[in-house]
T-cell receptor, first 111, second 113 residues
């Protein structure tokens, strides 16, 4: 079946450095993708989204890149801060217009 | 804060019992989705309701059922609880047609003993 997965389960970065979190997807028909951040004890929080007619979208300190050729999605966080420590999920829309989540990447920000 | 509220926050049940989890959607949102999140995993789609009708269902058995009310609040019911049902249950609401971005509540942590 269709699946969304991440290349790295954990990522440690120095405070102030840039972070890149990757995601592979298998449904070539997916046309909408979202990145979520989940902190301990909380529900997933929307970060940024992108539709398949774009290859890049920027927000505040975050950028999402979409490469449809290789079915790859990435989240870039600029000047990573301690508050960015969390688990990050990518999600894609499936044929039934429901979101399928990947297993997540834990981001740890080192002082 | 998303405006999506879930109750209770924590719940302990024993195997074989039944449980009802509740969700209040963000104002103006007419679609609600329920997800199960096991420890260390991503959320797994259970089902979605749009304007009080089930609009999609994931790979969960019929003992997982739901309702959406006219005010767009929602319930998730699980019968004949099993140990593997222990998880964080997340409710998410969205505006407009299904397929729009989801806004999540903080979840209900269910423990089945």
């Amino acid at each position: 079946g269709e699946s969304v997965g991440l290349h790295l389960p954990t990522l440690s970065v120095q405070e102030g450095d840039n972070s890149i979190i990757n995601c592979a997807y298998s449904n070539s028909a997916s046309d909408y993708f979202i990145w979520y951040k989940q902190e301990s004890g909380k529900g997933p929080q929307f970060i940024i989204d992108i539709r398949s007619n774009m290859d890049k979208r920027q927000g505040q300190r975050v950028t999402v890149l979409l490469n449809k050729t290789v079915k790859h999605l990435s989240l870039q966080i600029a000047a990573t801060q301690p508050g960015d420590s969390a688990v990050y999920f990518c999600a894609e829309i499936d044929y039934g217009q429901n979101f399928v989540f990947g297993p997540g990447t834990r981001l740890s920000v080192l002082p | 804060e998303t405006g999506v509220t879930q109750s209770p926050t924590h719940l302990i049940k024993t195997r074989g019992q039944q449980v009802t989890l509740r969700c209040s959607s963000q104002s103006g949102h007419n679609t609600v989705s329920w997800y199960q999140q096991a420890l260390g995993q991503g959320p797994q789609f259970i089902f979605q309701y749009y304007r009080e009708e089930e609009n999609g269902r994931g790979n969960f058995p019929p003992r997982f059922s739901g309702l959406q009310f006219p005010n767009y609040s929602s319930e998730l019911n699980v019968n004949a609880l099993e140990l593997d049902d222990s998880a964080l249950y997340l409710c998410a609401s969205s505006q407009g047609l299904p397929g729009e971005k989801l806004f999540f509540g903080s979840g209900t942590q269910l423990s089945v003993l």
